[in-house]
């Protein structure tokens, strides 16, 4: 669970510190897909606890 919390926040951090990087390639979608998938790991996660 520790992992999963870890991986969600790190690519939520990256995302916001790039984000001029983000918005110039329009990558938002891909973004909000890696962030899902990493909080959908977590919740597993937390849910088998």
């Keep these: 669970m520790k992992n ?3 991986d969600a926040n790190g690519k ?3 995302s916001l510190l ?3 990087t983000v918005k ?3 990558n938002e979608k891909m ?3 890696r962030y899902d ?3 959908a790991g977590y919740e597993c996660s937390a849910i088998h606890i």
């Design 12 to 14: 939520a951090i990256d």
């Design 37 to 39: 998938a990493s909080m």
């Design 18 to 20: 790039n984000f001029e």
């Design 4 to 6: 999963s919390d870890t």
């Design 24 to 26: 110039y390639f329009a």
């Design 31 to 33: 973004e909000i897909d």
